[in-house]
């Protein structure tokens, strides 16, 4: 069964955070700039909230488009959905859907380890079927022959 600390393995343990002073100008400029689509939001060590497009677009549209001089704090998601290291990749498929999540946290305990990204999601599972479908290949590739049980008849 395929884990999130092996999804993380492949993918890296890359880390892209803000905190909830930021502007909200600024977190869009940061995740513009390194092309990401979502900021884990620390605060003293701990992870207290997601900021991601989907709370920016939220956000411009209530305020007709302009950020104004809000923080991150004002809109990010304070409650989000987390996974552990040892969760199985099924799990965190089943809480992506039923929470309609798209990045969720990865804590071993207090601390952050990864994000893992419905895209990264998407990317294992692809992977894990190609790897299962060379395996069954080879294998009846390699099937033994009956032939000797045929000569004897």
């Known amino acids: 069964m395929l884990k999130v600390n092996e999804i993380l393995r492949v993918k890296g ?10 502007p ?5 400029e940061s995740m513009s700039q390194l092309d990401i689509g979502s900021l884990v939001i620390m605060e ?3 992870l207290i909230g997601m900021l991601t ?7 411009l549209h209530a305020h007709e488009g302009q950020g104004g001089d809000f923080t991150v704090r004002s809109i990010m998601d304070d409650a ?6 040892n969760t199985d990749a099924d799990e965190v498929q089943r809480l992506m859907l039923d929470k309609h999540a798209r990045y969720i946290p990865v804590m071993d305990g207090p601390t952050l380890m990864g994000v893992i990204s419905f895209y ?3 990317r294992a599972i692809v992977e894990a079927q190609q790897f299962e479908n ?10 033994p022959s009956d032939t000797a ?3 004897k008849a």
């Open 149 to 151: 049980g045929r000569d």
């Open 120 to 122: 990264d999601m998407a």
């Open 134 to 143: 060379d395996m069954l290949k080879a294998y009846i590739r390699d099937w």
């Open 44 to 46: 003293h060590g701990q």
């Open 53 to 59: 497009f989907r709370e920016i677009i939220r956000h």
């Open 13 to 22: 343990h890359a880390l892209y955070t803000g905190t909830p002073d930021m």
């Open 80 to 85: 989000p959905v987390s996974v552990t290291p």
């Open 24 to 28: 909200v100008r600024q977190a869009i």
